[in-house]
């Protein structure tokens, strides 16, 4: 394995940071109201939290995808299908609902539901991986389908404690909860807290990017080559489930990003995860942006006439390109099994 300079480093990261700053950048010009235009400063300011917002939730998404889809071996993982979405969310719900009463006064408010999320992400992730295995192999299809079970079951306790409670959060509502969206009325400190997690768990995936590129490996492989296989795994699943955790608890569990743009990732720089992890998280972050000014300009009179969620707009999207993916997964086993 080749080891990168810093100015490879750089100029990777810098192409990809300029990709999400021209897809960000044409979000700026699509208004509610249907015009596509370069905004004056008041319009501007208004748009900015949204993408900025979006484009950090798309980021975080992202990047989880492509480290999951490295340690598990599994074109098909993703944060949202392995439950680790809807547990941070059933964390994040009830801290929101005020189950956070105990270590707020300890540490801040935005910093507690980062934890809760966090906490919840990890117990979803932990149920998936204990069911999925079998004598220490985890198998693609039984983890995906261990997932979607967990995700009805958060889904199923989330819905049974908002009928119970008969509570609507400020932060969106219980909508926002299931489907994923990007709120408006967050306040700076989530906002802060939400971002240095992810940007401090971002940087250090990215200083593990080299090692996950032997994780498709046996472990004796690895080992030869001098990577902990065991560390690295546990380590990366730690720091993507903080990631998502981050995302989830301001946005709620949106669907898909992290599926799709690791795919578009390697089709464009190949399967080096060096170059694959930067350009994912920019293409997370477009996507998740260019899906909320899709939702701004659906929202105009004579068409959706409401702001959508943008989870509704990613599953549209996520959906069809995950059954492809699966088709086509199903057809490779096949083939390999009938030689």
């Not at 950090?56 to 992202?62: H, I, P």
């Not at 967050?186 to 593990?208: D, P, S």
């Not at 498709?216 to 489930?241: F, H, K, Q, T, Y």
Request: glycine share 14%; aromatic share 8%.
């Amino acid at each position: 394995m080749n080891r990168w300079s810093v100015s490879r480093l750089l100029a990777t990261v810098g192409v990809s940071a300029l990709l999400w700053a021209l897809l960000a950048g044409a979000c700026l010009l699509v208004g509610s109201t249907g015009e596509i235009a370069i905004p004056d400063w008041p319009t501007a300011k208004v748009r900015i939290e949204p993408v900025f917002l979006a484009s950090l939730v798309g980021a975080a998404l992202a990047a989880a995808g492509v480290v999951y889809q490295a340690i598990l071996r599994n074109p098909l993982a993703d944060p949202y299908l392995l439950g680790v979405s809807s547990g941070a969310m059933l964390f994040s719900y009830l801290w929101e609902l005020g189950a956070a009463g105990i270590v707020v006064g300890a540490v801040g408010g935005a910093v507690s539901q980062q934890g809760f999320a966090f906490v919840g992400a990890m117990l979803a992730v932990g149920v998936v991986f204990v069911l999925a295995s079998s004598r220490g192999s985890l198998e693609p299809i039984t983890l995906l389908l261990v997932g979607v079970i967990v995700n009805a079951v958060n889904g199923s306790v989330f819905l049974l404690v908002n009928a119970v409670t008969k509570d609507r959060p400020a932060t969106g509502g219980p909508l926002a909860f299931l489907v994923g969206g990007i709120q408006t009325n967050l306040t700076r400190q989530q906002m802060w807290v939400a971002g240095v997690v992810i940007a401090v768990g971002w940087m250090w995936l990215m200083y593990l990017s080299g090692q996950l590129n032997v994780a498709p490996l046996s472990d004796g492989e690895a080992e030869a080559l001098g990577v902990r296989i065991g560390r690295l795994r546990w380590g990366g699943l730690v720091v993507g489930s903080l990631v998502t955790a981050a995302a989830v608890a301001i946005s709620g569990p949106i669907g898909f990003v992290g599926l799709v743009c690791p795919h578009l990732a390697r089709l464009v720089a190949g399967s080096d995860v060096r170059r694959v992890l930067p350009l994912a998280t920019a293409l997370g972050a477009g996507l998740l942006a260019v899906a909320n000014a899709a939702s701004r300009y659906l929202a105009r009179e004579g068409m959706a006439a409401t702001l959508l969620p943008v989870g509704v707009l990613t599953g549209l999207l996520g959906g069809p390109f995950f059954l492809l993916l699966l088709w086509q997964t199903r057809r490779t086993v096949g083939g390999e099994g009938g030689k």
